[in-house]
């Protein structure tokens, strides 16, 4: 049985990095995805990338979500914002804290997601479909998982409709946190997201940044690789597609690829899962993109 899927790129910095991408959502779009969003840098520092990338997927008649973070914000640039987001044919959102960019001295009228989503679904009611951020491995500002917990839950409450998680690699995590939510009485989907694994110090940088857990034998099995990047490729294959295998067994309503621009690795993994191509396809459209 498949799954709907989504892909998450972000916005290129040079015209040779666009024309990769290009090519990279063109063979993704293969899998017809639900749609496909573009991350927001801290303090909107890609916005203007960001609304490119977003236009040319719409262009190629795709569904395009904006990721949109708030921190330091101010109801007159959110609502801006928004404008311009319905203006250009965006019917949905991923609404996001967000991080302060470096030297940015604070200020901005939203403080947290639950924030934002209130204020939008108060200025545009139903017309966006509101994505939210989960965290199976708990938030790493959060005081505690229950605070999380209740965090992610005054976001749902705000008017969010749906939720997509920070990656994780512990099934277990995710059946978890959707459980407990529940039981909260908060009950949209919950969308894993999916990271691939091809490269050990990327992963390892990735992870200290956003606070995701990297299981301790997976790290171990990492290092022991060093530098070969095939068994790093191999293996990290094998472990994502043994996470989507229980995750779709489990229920999950769905899977969002955060795809770091490239798409062998999720073309393989969807391939495996019987989800993508057959091989003959997959290895007529393999590249270094």
């Known amino acids: 049985m498949g799954l709907p899927l989504s892909f998450e790129f972000f916005p290129p910095k040079t015209p040779e990095d666009a024309n990769k991408l290009r090519a990279v959502r063109q063979r993704l779009y293969a899998l017809k995805p639900e749609f496909c969003s573009v991350t927001y840098g801290a303090g909107g520092s890609t ?5 490119g990338t977003i236009q040319e997927i719409l262009a190629e008649e795709v569904t395009a979500a904006s990721h949109f973070s708030c921190i330091g914000a101010t109801k007159p ?3 801006e914002h928004l404008a ?3 203006s250009i044919g965006v019917k949905r959102i991923v609404a996001l804290r967000g991080d302060l960019p470096s030297g940015f001295g604070g200020g901005g009228e939203f403080h947290y997601a639950s924030d934002l989503v209130a204020f939008i679904r108060a200025e545009t009611g139903s017309y966006f479909h509101l994505d939210v951020a989960a965290y199976p491995d708990t938030h790493p500002q959060a005081e505690s998982p229950r605070a999380d917990l209740e965090a992610y839950a ?4 705000a008017g969010a409709d749906s939720a997509i998680t920070q990656y994780f690699y512990n099934a277990d995590a995710y059946f978890r946190f959707v459980d407990e939510a529940q039981r909260l009485g908060v009950d949209v989907p919950v969308v894993p997201g999916i990271m691939p694994i091809t490269s050990s110090a990327q992963l390892m940088r990735f992870s200290e940044s956003c606070g995701a857990e990297i299981p301790r034998w997976i790290r171990l099995r990492l290092q ?3 530098d070969d990047t095939a068994s790093i490729r ?3 294959l094998d472990v994502v597609v043994d996470l989507c295998e229980r995750l779709r067994r489990g229920g999950a ?3 969002h690829f955060f795809t770091m621009n490239q798409s062998v690795a999720v073309l393989e993994i ?6 993508g191509q057959n091989p003959s396809q997959s290895a007529a459209s393999v590249s270094r993109a």
Not at 47 to 51: A, I, M, N, S, W
């Open 253 to 255: 309503p769905a899977l």
């Open 77 to 79: 640039t959110v609502r």
């Open 270 to 275: 969807l391939r495996q899962l019987g989800l």
């Open 224 to 226: 022991a690789y060093g």
């Open 234 to 236: 191999a293996f990290g």
């Open 47 to 51: 916005q203007e990338g960001t609304l």
């Open 154 to 157: 005054i976001k749902i409450r």
């Open 84 to 86: 311009t987001l319905k």
